[in-house]
């Protein structure tokens, strides 16, 4: 079957009511002048401080608290020592647990203060801004 370039044009392909679709804009990808968000080096810098900083805090407690443990398991006769006025070595080692608990979280803080929060708001501040950039498109 042929067609006739001069007849008009089937009344299946074609209806008078329904305008043709609206031709496809052209897209034109521009490369963001910075990377992803999640692929920027700050992240990295971020999970690596904060890494640190759980490590230092869990250490110093947990590192003390396993050293009262092995003193007191593998070394009674230091533990059962008397310092001043007959106080125990190992009465005074779990008495001092306490500051190095407080210790523990005074790095935590100080860490958290002076290096993971920093980079935090940063990060924070420009995934706002990404977002409002992208937003804009």
Known sequence: MSHDPSSPAPSHLTYPWKPPPPPEPATVRLRPHREPLGRHSDLRILRSAYRWQRRTATFTALGYFTVFLVLSA???????????????????????????????????????????????DRLRKQATVEAKRGAAR
């Open 74 to 120: 593998f070394a009674p006769h230091v533990m059962t020592r008397t310092i001043a006025d007959g106080i125990p070595v190992g009465l005074l080692l779990a008495l001092v647990q306490l500051p190095v608990t407080w210790l523990a979280i005074a790095l935590y803080e100080t860490t958290a203060r002076h290096h993971v929060d920093p980079l935090a």
